[in-house]
């Protein structure tokens, strides 16, 4: 999907929100999961999502629903 500069913002935020929303369905929260500021600061915005950092137990949790989701 190519998403033109003054779109970026807008869906990077709607990629979050449904990041939080899936992770929450299987009780994964990533605290500090966001749009990266920083990203914004250029000319032409290329805003990354920043997953951020999460204890060990949730990045277990994590790591077990991905490989739960292997074929």
Known sequence: MVVRSPERLRAAEEVVAQLRKGLGVVDVTLP????????????????????????????????????ALKP
């Open 32 to 67: 500090s999961l966001r749009v990266d500021v920083v990203s914004l600061a250029s000319e032409a915005p290329y805003p990354l999502v920043d997953l951020g950092r999460c204890n060990l137990d949730t990045a277990m949790r994590l790591a077990a629903l991905l490989q």
